[in-house]
């Protein structure tokens, strides 16, 4: 039977080893870190069934990530454990996406509920958000979240041009693609271009974001 597997992340090495041992001993697989450098890329590549984390891992905070682990994997449950008794910061770590905040130290049993008790619970529908460098797309309410946290309503042909553009980032989609799937038979050259006029502007408060043109061919989505 396949285990659940957990990635931990904690800069106390001693306590470290010994949850890991604990959490072995009643059936997960624990994937052990001392650092946040990596976890993204790591989440990304084989996402793991939990995330477990201290609030102070070295000289980083992992509040400051878990908006982007959360956004991009909204249905991956997440604990804290933290010595931390202050209120303003398991408030903080509920906001910023825990599904639990346990206080350190704690009883392994405890820690073992909880788990089991996430993993029990059936995924919420929850709609697919996609990060686009410091914005944000609610692809269910076709919502572009900017980098300031306002929201703007995106046009229905705006979201599904995004919608292209995004499943193809890093890759030209044509213009006869975008024209043919989105317009049909009513192809419209000029709306098409003042729709990607308009997402450009939408996007200027990231420089990193472009959306490029390929003279005769199409545009292409880098971030």
């Known amino acids: 039977m396949t285990r659940d597997k957990i990635i931990y992340i904690e800069d106390d090495r001693i306590l470290g080893n010994l949850i890991v041992q604990a959490l ?20 990304a590549s084989i996402p793991p ?3 477990i984390l201290d609030i102070e891992v070295n000289n980083q905070n992992s509040l400051d990530f878990l908006p982007a682990f959360r956004s991009q994997y909204p249905q ?12 303003t910061e398991i408030i903080r770590s509920y906001d910023t996406g825990a599904n ?3 206080k350190k130290p704690y009883d392994i049993t405890e820690l ?10 059936p995924p919420k529908q929850t709609p697919a958000i996609w990060a686009i460098s410091t914005y944000q797309v609610d692809t269910d309410k076709h919502l572009l979240i900017y980098p300031d946290k306002k929201i703007e309503k995106l046009l229905p042909k705006e979201f599904q041009v995004l ?3 995004y499943s193809n980032k890093g890759q030209v989609a044509t213009r006869k693609q975008l024209l043919e799937e989105i317009w049909g038979k009513n192809l419209s050259e000029e ?16 420089e990193r974001i472009h959306i490029s043109t390929h003279p005769c ?3 292409q989505l880098d971030f």
């Open 24 to 43: 072995g001993d009643y059936g997960f697989e624990v994937d052990f870190r001392t650092t946040l450098n990596g976890v993204q890329e790591s989440l």
């Open 49 to 51: 069934d939990l995330l």
């Open 76 to 87: 991956l449950p997440v604990i804290i454990a933290s010595s931390h008794t202050n209120g």
């Open 100 to 102: 639990h905040y346990i």
């Open 112 to 121: 073992v509920f909880q788990i089991r008790r996430l993993l029990q619970q």
């Open 163 to 165: 919608r292209m553009l």
């Open 191 to 206: 709306s098409l271009n003042n729709i990607i006029s308009q997402l450009r502007k939408k996007f200027r408060l990231d």
């Open 217 to 219: 061919i199409g545009y």
